[in-house]
């Protein structure tokens, strides 16, 4: 029964991210490059997000929020204003799209793939002296056919998920002033620092003199080490032990 409501979760979360491509591409065109890759990598994630959360949640709605970032991002913008406004917003956007799709465990190829025909677009507009024939966008959409395999496949995915997970207790027992590695580097950095401690299990990370740069959740940094892309350096590690040592020795009675 649990699995019957999982997949049908995913099913509907998938229906739901779809409608929302199609809706926002017939308000903002957008070429069907685009189109197809965000139906093939965000509708996956939107919709893990939906089963995760057990219906429209606050990630689910972030994730509905970058993505009319996204589209917007993809028009050319009427004034000189909206084009500072728009390129202020471009690195936001695509450090919640990279977080997203690594999330669903997405390889270097295809996050190159993904972002190389969204740039393209931008482009369009940041540079249009430099710009050669652009795909032309459209502000229609119809997406694939998914099949009810592809979607017990992904519910299937989801469950068999491991309930102990080393990954992720070691994302969500980091503390202020520990460090993370990345390999490859992760927002150009390949040592980073966590500057903040959420409540909600999100992680702001800033460089070695004390720049912000990113965030992620404990989830997102724990695929990062699962896959090999990320690890907390002994130095972290041995200062947690030290101070859960002397947060004991203080609560020992004299």
Avoid at 178 to 183: A, S, Y
Avoid at 236 to 253: C, D, F, G, Y
């Amino acid at each position: 029964m649990a699995q019957l409501e999982r997949i049908e979760q995913q099913e509907l979360g998938t229906l739901l991210a779809l409608d929302n491509l199609r809706d926002l591409a017939e308000r903002y065109p957008a070429p069907e490059s685009v189109l197809r890759r965000l139906e093939a990598a965000w509708v996956p994630y939107m919709a893990s997000l939906y089963v995760a959360e057990s219906g429209e949640g606050p990630d689910w709605r972030a994730a509905c929020l970058t993505l009319l970032q996204l589209f917007l991002s993809l028009q050319a913008p009427d004034s000189d204003a909206a084009r500072e406004a728009r390129l202020q917003t471009i690195p936001r956007i695509n450090a919640a799209l990279r977080s997203g799709l690594l999330a669903q465990g997405a390889a270097p190829a295809q996050l190159k793939d993904f972002f190389g025909a969204i740039t393209v677009t931008q482009e369009s507009w940041r540079w249009p002296a430099a710009t050669g024939q652009r795909e032309a966008a459209v502000s229609t959409f119809t997406p694939r056919h998914i099949s009810r395999e592809q979607i017990e496949s992904l519910a299937r995915q989801m469950q068999d998920a491991p309930a102990h997970d080393p990954a992720l207790q070691q994302a969500q027992q980091l503390l202020e002033g520990d460090w993370v590695d990345f390999h490859p580097p992760y927002e150009g950095l390949t040592t980073a620092r966590v500057a903040w401690v959420g409540t909600q299990g999100y992680l702001l990370f800033c460089d070695s003199e004390g720049e912000q740069r990113f965030s992620l959740d404990c989830a997102r940094l724990a695929l990062e080490i699962r896959a090999g892309r990320a690890q907390i350096p002994e130095h972290s590690l041995t200062r947690k032990a030290m101070l859960r040592l002397k947060s004991k020795l203080e609560n020992v009675p004299a």
